[in-house]
């Protein structure tokens, strides 16, 4: 079974640093590799779908790439808002199934 | 705009079944969409539990797939999850949400609209 390995597992970091957490498939993947924030006590939200396409309404300075078995997600400035954790997602076909990756938790430095 | 609700109690005793409703609103669950379950135990991470079709077809996670059924109800809009024989370990937030679909030639395998998460507790 495919694995999602993200890091680092935490990260601590200022308004308006540029941060980015990794995403390692334990086997090259298909580019379907999401994003996700979450944030205490609510839902994952959907940041960036297809390993680059940022979902609608998203704001502009989170950005995703990669391909194979090593992808990103970029906060070019990080606002206030953005302080939450961060997980990745692929679909695999054959077994038909989602992994996510454990989480990367962005504190307030 | 899609929305999804999540029912049911949030209390189960050990080695008895967990069942969950997830109402859709806003769409129908008859489009060509998929929809999951995923759950995620307090303080940890995201676990996929399983995915149905408007056609009745079923994905699950083979590490749940012994202990999981997940069924729709067109008439009414909604899918539910049957899991039997829980532990402790099943505490956790259960999610229901909009997973891959196909449009325009295209596929897309994300989840874009979750329900706001339903917490059950396992203990006698």
């Known amino acids: 079974a495919i694995q999602l390995t993200q890091s680092p597992s935490s990260l601590s970091a200022s308004v308006g640093d540029r941060v980015t957490i990794t995403c390692r498939a334990s086997?090259?993947?298909?580019?379907?590799l999401a994003w996700y924030q979450q944030k205490p006590g609510k839902a994952p939200k959907l940041l960036i779908y297809?390993?680059?396409s940022l979902e609608s309404g998203v704001p502009s300075r989170f950005s995703g790439s990669g391909s194979g078995t090593d992808f990103t997600l970029t906060i070019s400035s990080l606002q206030p808002e953005d302080f939450a954790t961060y997980y990745c997602q692929q679909f695999n076909s054959y077994p038909q199934k989602y992994t996510f990756g454990q989480g990367t938790k962005l504190e307030i430095k | 705009q899609v929305q999804l609700q999540e029912s049911g109690p949030g209390l189960v005793k050990p080695s008895g079944t967990l069942s969950l409703t997830c109402a859709v609103s806003?769409?129908?669950?008859?489009?060509?969409?998929?929809w999951s379950w995923v759950r995620q135990p307090p303080g940890k991470g995201l676990e996929w539990i399983g995915e149905i079709y408007h056609s009745g077809s079923t994905n699950y996670n083979p590490s749940l797939k012994s202990r999981v059924t997940i069924s729709v109800d067109k008439s009414k809009n909604q899918f539910s999850l049957k899991l039997s024989s829980v532990t402790a370990a099943d505490t956790a937030v259960y999610y229901c949400?909009?997973?891959?679909?196909?449009?325009?030639?295209?596929?897309?395998?994300?989840?874009?609209?979750w329900g706001q998460g339903t917490l059950v507790t396992v203990s006698s």
């Open positions: 949400a909009r997973g891959r679909y196909c449009s325009g030639g295209s596929c897309y395998f994300a989840f874009g609209y």
């Open positions: 086997q090259g993947i298909s580019s379907a």
């Open positions: 806003g769409g129908s669950i008859s489009s060509s969409n998929w």
């Open positions: 297809d390993a680059s």
